[in-house]
């Protein structure tokens, strides 16, 4: 604080008596919030500090009175500065976790050289403005915040830097009631919540030796709290709440909040699931695929009715073991939920009918980067969903690792504090606590529409997984566990305490839910059946039997539309001019770019909606899309897609953020919940899916097969070989190909507009169908504006998609052709190229592009081949790598096809994609063309062609 120049003339040497009293009233005012003093005050309060009584004269000795009053000031500074740290800091004393040490002596009054009497003699308006009148003194003050802020619950909202907000949530805290405001019957209702959720626990534990259950024990009242958020829900109009949550106490969850009957979960544990292929809707079953799933990974859906209210859905999503990786899938739920595309334009949403909840593991919450990834999507108008209730269920340890070990961080719920979400910490030992923390979590969102946390201290009563024996890791941690009452014990005795219950009333409790879960137990094994799912074989091919074509007029008519925009709209001059070239394209040449929007407004008219999100998607990475225009004087946007006269679903279009993961799991959720909209994602290049794949590899490629999860997503990805260098050429295409099995998705690489078109609005006629497959697309870089990718209009009006595609000229070549090439995607159009600048006109080379990867069209494949009757080799011609790009996932299919030897012509076996330097580059494409146009002695005693390294 700064000092002042003049000695002791200070602004409140004339001060006394009320005025005083007022001034050190609008100090403390300005301790808690400096914004709501007058901005005088303030200036004053940051120079001089706190009001007090100086010194008339330097060396003059103080009247007795004068040094009383001064005595009082400073003691009432002291009780106000107590007030304020117990607000702000008590939760590094407040009695969260039943095993730490008790930290209450941090805010001893004595620390703050104060006794009873001090306090019992400053005012309690004095102390803390806001007071309620009841209270008298300091000391009433500082009891009753003692027991709000160093309680079972802890707050933490100084991050908070809405004012608004934080003015709310202080409130909110300091007139929460301090004796239970439940009824009796509902107290009776949370006791049989906890009974039912301790017992299911140990029925399993006693019947199932052994086997992983990921028990919620020590954290059972994980289940009372998510009921209740559910029933606030249901009579505030949520339609549809959407749950998302790892292993431990899954199946707790499944039982007690989804409503799974307790002999389905036991009849898992035999390993005889009653398995529904396609669960009919408001099924409670679980979605079972193919292949199925271990039982603490599956989810269900459910509808419920609550009391009086509507019906509402509750939606538990499958998840597998890679714990947070779920969270931005259930944003994705709940936006798709949120929102209304039936109509053109726009989506309408509305944050009221949809609700998400997040239960997190402690040491996966700061542990995992899609959480934070997550979190940051919460306020993107492209992402948000009004607000999300997480969870973390806290037992204090990670498998067999200490928190120390695991975070770097005091708490495992720092991480939102960068976001700006409030938290509350709350003792899992009082229930009736962590109710009230789950009312001003769904307060909070319901006003302000925005994130909030609770992290729900409590522990784990067994290993991570029942077969591990925790004292081998945490000796002294779990001697307390052992020893440490059970939730619903502890509950239950402060019940019968106060009079609520006898011993009688909780015994007869518990017998009953006991009785329960042995009748179930009972049933199961009186009725078992082994069921057996079938199992899905791959189809030869994809069967193109829907009509993709779009009549030349009705094109004509929505190219005009999209090259309309307000009169009063100024479009960037230059990008105009380069729009404007398409009114005259479709009478010559459609490029890539002009040819997918096409296809969406054909799509839209056809009353699907789209949803596109990427980095930079709204104006392509490459300068090719530009569906969003920006007005160059204004800065104001208008989205052409948007105004179609004809559209008869909505159109969204959202740049995304710098982040792979939780979009494209965001974009996966939206589409398995939106089923009848197509949705696309694209990657600013395609090895950008790389930081996507665990969820590639865990949802978009098995999810159908695990969990019968439909899904009809777009994967756009950028590859092909420019000679820019290892990153961005690649999209791993091979990774894409080995996931591929039991007809899982379609994969094509593809090498012209028309194509593309065509395969979109192929892509759209399956969404919400049962052959809906996601569509893994190669798309062009250097092609969207080569003219050999472009097409013309009658292959939009008149054509289709071609899995198999022969090229342009050479159809004859097959009667007399001695080598049959086959390549896929860029370095077909290189070959094209290469083919005519030298002049090539050997009638023994045929080439033939592989449009669609898998399914392979091996129909197709055979039916060329069978004309190709003076055929010595089939070489395959790639630009990537051997171990990478194709080849290794169609060698072995092409020699099932066909009898002659199958040779590789490509870049070697290679660590890195491709080369670093242009030059090198253009020299080994010219070696992989030149080599693939020019016959060379056939090495049949090589049937894998060439093998350099």
Known sequence: MARNDMGSNTPWQDLSGPNLG?????????????????????????????????????????????????????????????????????????????????????????????????????????????????????????????????????????????????????????????????????????????????????????????????????????????????????????????????????????????????????????????????????????????????????????????????????????????????????????????????????????????????????????????????????????????????????????????????RSTLYASDLAKGFEIPIVHVNADDPEACLQAISLAYEYRKTFKKDFLIDLMGYRRYGHNEMDDPNVTQPLLYEKVSKHPRIPVLYADKLKGNGVISEQDAASIRQDVQNQLKNAYEQVKTDQKEEHVPYHLDKDEDEFNIKTSVPAAKLAQLNKELLTWPQEFSVYPKLEKILKRREQALETSIDWAHAETLAFATILADGTPIRMTGQDIERGTFAQRHVVLHDYKTGKTFTPLQHLKDAKASYAVYNSPLSEASVLAFEYGYDVLAKNTLVLWEAQFGDFANAAQVHIDTFLAPGRAKWGQKSSLVMLLPHGYEGQGAEHSSARLERFLQLSGSQNWTIANLTSAAQYFHILRWQASRVGREEARPLILMTPKSLLRNPRASSRLSELSESAFKPLLEQPGLEAHAATAERLILCSGKVAIDLEAEWEALNVNNEKIHMVRVEQLYPLPSKAIRELLSRCTQLKEIAWVQEEPKNMGAWSYIEPKLRELGSVHVRYIGRPVRSSPAEGSPDVHKVEQQRILREALFLTEMNTGNPGGDNRE
């Open 22 to 406: 007022y001034v050190q009233q609008l100090y403390e005012q300005y301790l808690e919030d400096p914004q709501t003093v007058d901005e005088q005050m303030r200036a004053l309060f940051e120079r001089w500090g706190a009001p007090t009584l100086p010194q008339k004269e330097p060396y003059a000795i103080a009247s007795q009175e004068t040094l009383d009053m001064l005595g009082i000031m400073k003691k009432a500074v002291s009780a106000v500065k107590l007030i304020q740290n117990v607000r702000i800091n008590g939760h590094l004393a407040a009695r969260t976790n039943s095993f730490s040490e008790n930290k209450e002596h941090l805010f001893s009054i004595a620390n703050y050289g104060l006794t009873r009497e001090d306090l019992e003699s400053i005012p309690a308006k004095i102390a803390w403005s806001k007071a309620p009148d009841e209270f008298r003194t300091a000391w009433d003050v500082i009891e009753y915040l003692r027991q709000v802020y160093i309680g079972s619950t802890a707050y933490q909202f100084t991050h908070v830097n809405n004012v608004e907000e934080r003015h709310w949530l202080n409130h909110r805290v300091a007139t929460l009631p301090l004796k239970t405001s439940m009824s009796r019957e509902k107290q009776l209702a949370l006791l049989r919540n906890l009974i039912q959720a301790d017992e299911f626990e140990q029925f399993l534990h006693r019947t199932f030796v052994g086997q992983k259950r990921f028990s919620l024990e020590g954290l059972e009242v994980l289940v009372p709290m998510m009921d209740e958020l559910i029933r606030q829900g249901a009579h505030d109009g949520v339609r549809h709440v959407l749950i998302g949550m790892a292993h431990r106490g899954r199946l707790n969850v499944l039982a007690h909040i989804l409503g799974k009957p307790y002999e389905k979960i036991f009849s898992e544990f035999h390993h005889s699931p009653n398995k529904e292929l396609v669960p009919s809707e408001g099924s409670m079953g679980i979605n079972y695929g193919w292949s199925g799933d271990v039982k603490y990974h599956l989810g269900a859906d459910r509808e419920i009715q609550e009391d009086n209210a509507a019906r509402i859905r509750l939606t538990l999503a499958n998840n597998p073991s890679h714990l947070e990786f779920v969270d931005p899938v259930v944003e994705g739920f709940t936006r798709a939920s949120q929102e209304d595309r039936k109509v053109a334009g726009q989506p309408v949403q509305d944050t009221t009918k949809a609700l998400a909840i997040l239960i997190h593991g402690d040491a996966a919450f700061p542990g995992e980067g899609v959480v934070a990834e997550t979190l940051n999507l919460s306020r993107l108008k492209g992402y948000h969903t009004g607000g999300t209730i997480h969870i973390i269920a806290n037992n204090q340890i990670g498998f067999t690792t200490e928190s120390g070990d695991s």
